[in-house]
């Protein structure tokens, strides 16, 4: 039973346009919520968090906004580069930034096209 | 060193043999995590240590499975009488504190049972 959702495995978009990656959960304990970036061959890097106290969190052209009732949240990267293709991870956590236990979901291709 | 540091980086092994995979965190990082991706999931939490106890091994899959951590550093997990299903990108990552703030990845290692 997958407990974090990346409905799309991969998506396609155009240099400078807007990237959206999607994720759903189902589990309503999480209150944490990570998104991680992964080149072929490297491990993933952290890219930007969210806690359940807040719908939005900001990071430069990186975005995570969180609507709880819906049990969903999505990265929106703006404007795309083609350093941004890979593969973007969704992760989430109960108990906050404390706990050291992530669950994962499987992961969204995105490939930014110059 | 200056990032995790993860080896092999591929291991090819025939079913039923024994392998262990070797992961040095960084330096003065005191919580280590192992978590594997296999083909077309996202990565599954395995096991936590702290320091060189390991207060959490819940997600370890079978008792073929094993994992130990020497002088607060070097960790090797160890599956005993490899199946195909152990197939998967094995993933080591550290941080300062039982966290989920400040996850450092190694770059795994691939392991192919045939």
């Known amino acids: 039973d997958q407990q974090v959702k990346q409905n799309s495995p991969s998506l396609s978009v155009q240099e400078g346009r807007i990237s959206i990656l999607n994720c759903d959960y189902t589990?309503?304990?999480?209150?944490?919520f990570l998104w991680y970036k992964k080149y072929p061959a490297e491990g993933p890097t952290f890219l930007i968090s969210i806690s359940s106290i807040k719908d939005k969190n900001e990071d430069g052209r990186f975005t995570v906004f969180l609507n709880k009732s819906a049990k969903h949240l999505s990265l929106h990267i703006v404007p795309s580069q083609p350093g941004d293709s890979a593969v973007y991870f969704c992760?989430?956590?109960?108990?906050?930034?404390?706990?050291?236990?992530?669950?994962f979901g499987k992961g969204t291709l995105l490939t930014v096209n110059p | 060193g200056a990032g995790v540091s993860q080896s092999p980086s591929n291991k090819v092994t025939e079913k039923g043999k024994d392998v262990e995979l070797r992961c040095d965190p960084i330096?003065?990082?005191?919580?280590l995590y192992w978590y594997r991706q296999s083909l077309g999931q996202g990565l599954e939490f395995l096991i936590y240590f702290q320091g060189n106890s390991a207060p959490d091994k819940s997600g370890l899959p079978s008792d073929r499975f094993s994992a130990e951590r020497t002088g607060g550093s070097v960790s090797t997990l160890t599956i005993q009488r490899t199946q195909q299903e152990d197939s998967a990108v094995y993933l080591c990552?550290?941080?300062?504190?039982?966290?989920?703030?400040?996850?450092?990845f190694g770059s795994g290692t691939r392991l192919t049972v045939v």
């Open positions: 990552a550290s941080s300062f504190s039982s966290s989920n703030y400040g996850y450092t």
């Open positions: 330096s003065g990082h005191t919580a």
């Open positions: 992760a989430a956590s109960e108990g906050g930034g404390s706990n050291y236990k992530l669950t």
């Open positions: 589990n309503s304990m999480f209150d944490y």
